[in-house]
């Protein structure tokens, strides 16, 4: 058990710190030319930069994953839960990247899915065994 918290919450924070990263080099530099991202490369109907989608990467891949990691090791009830849902997040925006963005950045989007999905599998794991033990106890 320990073993699984301690690799959720070190997927958190790598998960958080390059979402911190990346969400500020974004705001920061909304042309995306810092992470060698183009103006061009989104569709027509999209805002004229990456501002708005540094800001989610920022908060919800950055700042979120960093809070949940928190949590987890403090033991705050729902915090590997939540940890399944940032995981589900994650390959979500993946998803938007490539389906509507039209965005394809292969290395990146793999280790959000890896990252991603090992979050949902281990918070999985964990309520199941919660569950299991609840139910023992009845």
Do not use: E
């Not at 990467?57 to 994953?65: A, I, R, T």
């Amino acid at each position: 058990m320990v073993v699984r918290k301690l690799s959720t919450a070190a997927i958190l924070a790598v998960l958080g710190a390059a979402g911190l990263f990346n969400g500020v080099s974004l705001v920061t530099d909304s042309s995306g030319r810092s992470l060698g991202l183009r103006v061009d490369m989104l569709p027509s109907w999209h805002t004229w930069d990456y501002r708005y989608s540094g800001l989610f990467v920022l908060v919800f891949l950055g700042m979120l994953p960093l809070l949940c990691a928190t949590a987890l090791l403090v033991d705050i009830t729902g915090a590997s839960t939540a940890a399944g849902l940032i995981g589900a997040l994650a390959i979500g925006w993946v998803l938007w990247q490539i389906l509507v963005l039209d965005l394809w950045v292969p290395r990146a989007h793999l280790a959000l899915i890896v990252a991603g999905a090992a979050l949902v599998l281990l918070s999985g794991i964990s309520l199941r065994r919660r569950r299991s033990a609840q139910d023992t106890f009845k």
